[in-house]
């Protein structure tokens, strides 16, 4: 069965530092996101992508952030300089549709833990 | 922001008795609605979802149940199993309206006692 996976599992990075957390989602999808918990709280949504661009970002989605799909089956979140708070699991996902193409259900990968020394 | 919420952080039923999860949330905008299970150290597994023009889905031990008057849905799990023990995270979006990102409430830890 399709799955989406995500690479490096774990990343322990230290604070100010770059980090680029990678995700290959599902072969058919057309739709892409990126979502964040950290420990204790809610699954928090980051960013969606959709025809090569962002279509919706969060408040938490700031200048520090960025998304790229450098290719035909990479999916890429950037952290620039990365704080203490941005310690969290990352996960991606994708659904199939488009936006505006109706309702679909995401489909997350396993997720990447990032820790911020 | 709590537009979604999950009023009971944790539940423990007996192997073979019925889970009832539930969900409150908010928003009007929210039209499609999904309960997602979740593993410590993996992702969300996506469950079942409804549309809000029903108010009834069900696969096969699952059935989500819709009440848009109330804002409120439930995940029934019957039989419960020992593998079901996990956290269950309610969701929920409004595609038709052009917002397709998810909001998640905080989750039930359900246990299921052999």
């Known amino acids: 069965e399709p799955e989406v996976t995500q690479t490096p599992s774990h990343q322990v990075t230290q604070m100010g530092q770059e980090v680029i957390l990678r995700c290959v989602p599902i072969?058919?999808?057309?739709?892409f996101y990126w979502y964040r918990q950290i420990l204790g709280q809610k699954v928090e949504f980051l960013v969606s992508f959709y025809n090569n661009e962002i279509s919706e970002k969060s408040e938490i989605f700031d200048d520090q952030f960025s998304v790229e799909r450098p290719d035909g089956s990479n999916f890429t979140l950037k952290i620039r300089s990365t704080k203490l708070e941005d310690s969290a699991m990352y996960f991606c996902a994708s659904s199939v549709r488009g936006k505006g193409l109706g309702q679909d259900e995401q489909f997350f990968g396993p997720g990447t833990r990032l820790t911020v020394l | 922001d709590q537009q979604v919420k999950q009023n009971s952080p944790s539940l423990s039923v007996q192997e073979g008795r019925i889970s009832i999860l539930n969900c409150d949330y908010t928003n009007s905008m929210f039209d499609y609605f999904l309960w997602y299970k979740k593993y410590p150290a993996e992702g969300p597994t996506f469950l079942i979802s409804?549309?809000?023009?029903?108010d009834k889905n069900e696969d096969g031990r699952f059935t989500v149940f819709l009440n848009k008057s109330a804002k409120h849905l439930s995940l029934h799990i019957v039989p419960s199993q020992p593998g079901d023990s996990a956290v269950y995270f309610c969701?929920?979006?409004?595609?038709?309206?052009?917002?397709?990102?998810?909001?998640f409430g905080t989750g039930t830890r359900l246990t299921i006692i052999p």
């Open positions: 072969s058919n999808h057309l739709y």
């Open positions: 409804i549309s809000s023009i029903k």
């Open positions: 969701a929920a979006s409004a595609p038709n309206f052009g917002n397709e990102k998810l909001t």
